[in-house]
């Protein structure tokens, strides 16, 4: 079965892993550059980033896997809730601007990118299933 937009999906799919992996691993290590909310401490931020990250990455891995077997309800879920991984970095601002050199500075924005380019792939590729299905 060929399943459109797949060298997308894969090309958006190693960006967010590379890209949110860079960066939630050194949000882990260098927890003290990034504001936290003061209900919030550094120590429950690297908890939540342990736990997070793996979970949402396999989620979002499946959600790759389902679309390749044209199972695409379902991976499209998967990967809505996998780009919430690159969203949500943009939360640090919401505490203050990390005090971070300028290149993990960038991975804030290559996250969010990438989260932003899986909404629009999933958007895409509903449209473009809806019309291959009205035009046959």
């Known amino acids: 079965m060929d399943i459109p937009g797949r060298a997308a999906l894969r090309a958006i799919m190693a960006g967010s892993v590379i890209s949110t992996a860079l960066h939630y691993t050194h ?5 003290e550059q990034y504001p936290q909310p003061p209900s919030i ?8 980033i342990v736990i997070a990250w793996p979970l949402l990455t ?12 044209g199972r695409l309800w379902g991976a499209r879920a998967c990967l809505l809730i996998y780009s919430l991984t690159g969203l949500v970095t943009l939360g640090h601002f919401m505490a203050g601007v990390p005090d971070v050199p300028w290149y993990w500075f960038v991975t804030i924005f290559t996250d969010a990118l990438a989260g932003l380019a899986l909404w ?3 958007v895409w590729s509903a449209i473009a299933e809806r019309t291959r299905a009205t035009a046959t």
Request: proline residues 0%.
């Open 27 to 31: 949000n882990y290590l260098k927890i």
């Open 41 to 48: 401490s550094g120590a429950t931020t690297q908890l939540a």
């Open 58 to 69: 396999a989620i979002g891995i499946t959600g790759y896997v389902l679309y390749t077997r």
């Open 120 to 122: 629009a792939f999933v």
